[in-house]
């Protein structure tokens, strides 16, 4: 019995809610497909479907035993992957993870170097401002922005940014520059909705933390701030990378600049394994230098 086929049968069934959806995806004929799902059934002593003549559902021992197969696979195909040399051509697909900003900035121009490099790939982009479930989402790569909390993924550090305060000149010419942070109370402040959420801005004052909470005029998206501080509205707090080139054109400066907070660290992350497959590392391998290189984010 070839259990690792077994559970590949499985997993297709599962994932196409339906043993002729299996059979289609993996080109079998039904018959084998259900001779494969009873094998397995058998083997493990456990019922993985319910079925009738209208339907197939998984049980719950199904939905237990779906990601640790997904896990073995995974691996078996990353052993396979390793095997077969590391200087092998990556080919394939790949997800990456992003938020939607910095993805567009950094994280697309990665990734037309890496396709160029690689014809034999294809990647899919999941840029969302949200924290994605890697494993329940499908996501192969996540480049993420924060503190890391303790987890089974391989994550290395490849940059920083800041959180920083920022005005249109027009808007400091006619209202002044703040010289310290109580002083926003008195200023039109845009907050950017998600990076504020309960309208505090973080400081650092006296080498101790210094919260200060503002009565915001617009709360938007953090594009729509962007836009709304580059005309002249009022102040808004934005993570550096945001504004580079508002920031390098002029259309933005910084202010209060010496009451930042500590940097925040940018890191890659991908699923804990044995193996790292040739179409991760070498996607991984070629970020990492292009965001270390990145003067805006270190």
Do not use: W
């Not at 920083?160 to 926003?184: N, T």
């Not at 707090?237 to 508002?246: A, C, E, P, R, T």
């Not at 009451?259 to 193996?275: D, K, L, N």
Request: proline share 5%; aromatic share 6%.
């Amino acid at each position: 019995m070839d259990r690792l086929h077994l559970m590949s049968v499985f997993v297709a069934v599962a994932e196409e809610e339906g043993f002729s959806g299996g059979s289609r995806r993996l080109g079998m004929s039904p018959p084998a497909v259900t001779r494969a799902i009873a094998a397995l059934e058998d083997h493990l002593r456990v019922k993985l479907f319910n079925r009738t003549t209208r339907y197939v559902r998984m049980t719950e021992a199904g939905y237990r035993y779906l990601e640790d197969a997904r896990r073995v696979i995974a691996a078996a195909d990353e052993a396979d992957e390793a095997a077969a040399g590391i200087n092998a051509e990556p080919h394939g697909q790949i997800v990456v993870t992003a938020s939607v900003l910095f993805g567009r900035l950094y994280v697309i121009p990665g990734i037309v170097d890496y396709m160029k490099r690689h014809p034999a790939m294809d990647v899919s982009t999941l840029f969302v401002d949200r924290v994605v479930n890697m494993l329940e989402e499908g996501v192969d790569v996540a480049i993420r922005i924060g503190h890391l909390p303790d987890s089974s993924y391989r994550a290395q550090r490849v940059a920083s940014v800041r959180r920083v305060v920022c005005a249109s000149p027009e808007y400091l010419a006619a209202h002044g520059i703040p010289q310290s942070p109580e002083e926003l109370s008195a200023h039109q402040i845009i907050l950017a909705r998600g990076l504020n959420p309960t309208g505090e801005i973080r400081f650092i004052k006296d080498d101790s933390p210094l919260t200060v909470k503002v009565k915001p005029r617009l709360v938007t998206d953090i594009d729509s701030a962007i836009t709304a501080a580059v005309n002249g509205l009022g102040i808004t707090n934005l993570i550096s990378y945001q504004i580079v080139n508002q920031l390098a054109e002029g259309s933005l400066k910084l202010i209060l600049s010496e009451f930042e907070p500590p940097s925040t660290p940018v890191h890659i992350m991908h699923c804990e394994g044995r193996y790292t497959s040739a179409k991760i590392r070498t996607f991984i391998d070629l970020m990492a230098e292009r965001l270390r290189a990145e003067a805006s984010l270190n």
